[in-house]
């Protein structure tokens, strides 16, 4: 029901690109992750509990359809009712999302109008036992503000039951519903910078982080013939996942006087422009995510309402790693294109 590209597939198509692709051909792969808790840079804020979980199935010209899902959710600690799950399957493309409704405290109540805030997520991984199956998400939209505002991830954890029931029992435009367990974790994003490497800190210096911007796009990686070269990055910019975009991130196609290629663009509030080139070499953090790296701004424009800024980190990455994969070599191969996603969190600093 949720799923990811498996690597395995991704395999067949590099393999059959002799008969299957052109010059000029993408292949999307989904970013690929090991992880069952997000990246550095994302907090542990509320865990839950899923009361009187039901998944729905509707009989279909012989086959159970699954028509979504629901349960009520109950604080892991206090059991106190905190809100309500839902799983979504969309009308035209069938995927699956996953929608929190979490009930605001009086303070943020008070201060959104709001008795509840809410976030959408998608599932990014996926672990499967004989008994359980465990999912990773990422927000990607919220509704109204107070609880949910910066929820960044959501964890689902040990989900047990809610199979569909066995074929022979389906019969023509039945409904049935099917129990589920389930907890959750939900993780904000930080409001500071994750503990780094010494070879980014010890370059930081004194120097203070004032802005973040939580990225996602895609790098495109062109086969040559004899290996992968990166052909293009670009990113959208938000606040935290699923916020709204207030940015972009691109490589320029041409250095500025001083060498910088990689462009932030902010557009609202205060929009500015900040440029710049790598200052450390890429740290890897992880098997499943981009190099850490700190770029020193060669040139900017627009208000910089914190104090000239100085640098940009790249921090909590995920995906945008280049295939490990070789397609053959043979001549039609050239120029096969795979597009990688990604995300990140990306600090300027001034000094």
């Given amino acids: 029901m949720w799923s990811l590209i498996s690597s395995s597939f991704i395999a067949l198509l590099l393999l059959q690109c002799i008969v299957t692709t052109s010059f000029g051909t993408t292949v999307v792969v989904a970013a690929s992750t090991t992880l069952q808790t997000p990246p550095p840079g994302n907090t542990l804020s509320m865990t839950c509990t899923a009361q009187n979980g039901q998944r729905m199935y509707k009989c279909l010209e012989g086959k159970w359809v699954y028509q979504g899902g629901e349960s009520k959710l109950l604080d892991a600690q206090t059991y106190a009712n905190v809100g309500v799950y839902r799983e979504m399957v969309h009308p035209v493309t069938k995927t699956i999302s996953g929608w929190w409704e979490i009930v605001n405290d009086s ?14 997520g998608k599932v990014i991984d996926t672990v499967t036992t004989q008994t359980s199956t465990s999912l990773l998400c990422v927000a990607t939209q919220h509704g ?15 989900a047990k039951g809610g199979a569909a029931p066995p074929q022979s029992l389906c019969k023509q435009d039945e409904v049935v519903e099917v129990p589920f367990t389930a907890g959750f974790a939900f993780y904000t994003q930080d409001t500071s910078p994750p503990t780094l490497p010494t070879p980014i800190s010890a370059k930081l210096g004194s120097s203070q982080a004032v802005e973040s911007f939580y990225a996602q796009g895609a790098v495109r990686y062109s086969w040559t013939g004899t290996s992968w070269t ?51 070499a890429p740290v890897l953090m992880s098997d499943y995510g981009l190099g850490w790296q700190l770029v020193q701004i060669t040139s900017s424009s627009g208000p910089a309402l914190e104090g000239p800024y100085r640098y940009v980190l790249m921090t909590s990455t995920l995906g945008g790693l280049q295939p490990v994969i070789k397609p053959t070599t043979e001549e039609k191969c050239e120029g096969l294109v795979i597009t990688s996603t990604f995300s990140c969190v990306f600090w300027i600093y001034t000094t």
């Fill in 230 to 280: 990166t052909k293009s990055v670009t990113a959208q910019l938000s606040t935290v996942p699923g916020g709204p975009v207030v940015g972009k991130f691109s490589v320029l196609p041409k250095p500025d006087r001083y060498g910088g290629r990689l462009n932030w663009l902010v557009f609202n509030p205060n929009g500015f422009s900040v440029t710049g080139r790598g200052y450390t």
């Fill in 107 to 120: 303070g943020d109540d008070a201060e959104s109008g709001y008795q509840y805030s809410t976030v959408t």
């Fill in 144 to 158: 109204n503000m107070g609880a949910t505002t910066r929820i960044s991830y959501i964890a689902m954890l040990g």
